[in-house]
C-alpha cells in the first residue's frame, strides 16, 4: 500500500456537488493498493499514521500525533499512486489492484484506522469520481509505503 499523508486545517471530499466528509484539523490520507497488500500492510501504515509525530506542540515543534491533538482524518482511494510513468507520456494503472482486491483493503485500512483514532474516519467512496479539497498545514505532506519500510 502506498499513502500520501497530507496535514491539514481543513478538508472536503465531495461527490456530485454532495460533501460527503469534512473535516478541520488533521489529516488527509490518499491510498494506492496494489493485489499484493495484506492485512499486514494496513496495520502497518494504520499504527503508523496514527502515530505520525508531525503536529505542534506548546513550542511549535512537530512531536504530536494525530491522535493526542484530537484531529481527524478523511481516507481517499487514489488508484493513481501506483502510476508507472517511465515510458511514454500517458501513464499505465496496471500495478494498481482491481477493485475486487482492492475494496475489502480499503475497508479495513478504513475500518482499522478509525479503531486506532478511537473515533470514525470519514472517507470518500471508492471508485467515484470526487473532488477533494484542502489546506495543506505547513505545508507538511509525506509518501509512506509499506512495500519499503524504512
Given at each position: ?60 515543534q512537530m512531536n504530536l500525533s494525530v491522535k493526542e491533538v484530537d484531529g481527524d482524518i478523511i ?76
Amino acid at each position: 500500500m502506498r499513502v500520501v499523508v497530507q496535514r491539514v486545517s481543513e478538508g472536503a471530499v465531495t461527490i456530485d456537488k454532495e460533501t460527503v466528509a469534512s473535516i478541520a484539523s488533521g489529516l488527509v490520507v490518499l491510498v494506492g493498493i496494489v493485489p499484493e497488500d495484506t492485512q499486514e500492510d494496513v496495520e502497518w501504515l494504520c499504527h503508523k499514521i496514527v502515530k505520525l509525530r508531525i503536529f505542534g506542540d506548546e513550542n511549535n515543534q512537530m512531536n504530536l500525533s494525530v491522535k493526542e491533538v484530537d484531529g481527524d482524518i478523511i481516507v481517499v482511494s487514489q488508484f493513481t499512486l501506483h502510476a508507472l510513468t517511465k515510458k511514454g507520456n500517458r501513464p499505465s494503472y496496471i500495478k494498481a489492484a482491481k477493485p475486487e482486491i482492492a475494496v475489502p483493503i480499503y475497508e479495513s485500512f478504513k475500518k482499522r484506522l478509525s479503531e486506532l483514532l478511537e473515533k470514525e474516519v470519514q472517507s470518500g467512496q471508492f471508485g467515484a469520481d470526487m473532488k477533494v479539497a484542502l489546506v495543506n498545514d505547513g505545508p507538511v505532506t509525506l509518501l509512506i509505503d509499506s512495500h519499503q519500510k524504512e
